[in-house]
């Protein structure tokens, strides 16, 4: 197990994860580990991560993927706006 010093945060995690990711199989399995956690920043990066390991593995039946990472932009948006819009904290 990781030293606590050495621990990320998942939203920077899952990013080495994604790029360490040998097959289709296992990225589509990343991809619903990240559909169902909130995911406080870091949007933009695993979203393209999650793009750049699906073109390399060849698209083949990549819709989960994209889908998620379309997410993932969209609440990276979201969470700008709700930012600037009420002066709530976070990225």
């Not at 870091?42 to 750049?52: C, G």
């Not at 994209?66 to 948006?77: H, N, P, R, Y």
Request: proline content about 2%; some cysteine; hydrophobic content about 40%.
């Amino acid at each position: 197990m990781a030293e606590e010093s050495t621990k990320k945060p998942f939203h920077e995690s899952v990013v080495d994860f994604i790029n360490q990711a040998d097959c289709l199989a296992t990225l589509k399995d990343i991809a619903a580990l990240i559909a169902i956690t909130k995911i406080p920043e870091n949007h933009r990066t695993i979203a393209v991560a999650l793009n750049d390991k699906l073109k390399e593995l060849g698209n083949r039946d990549g819709d989960l993927i994209s889908g998620v990472a379309i997410s993932l932009f969209d609440e990276g948006k979201a969470l700008k706006k709700l930012v600037s819009c009420c002066g709530m904290g976070g990225n």
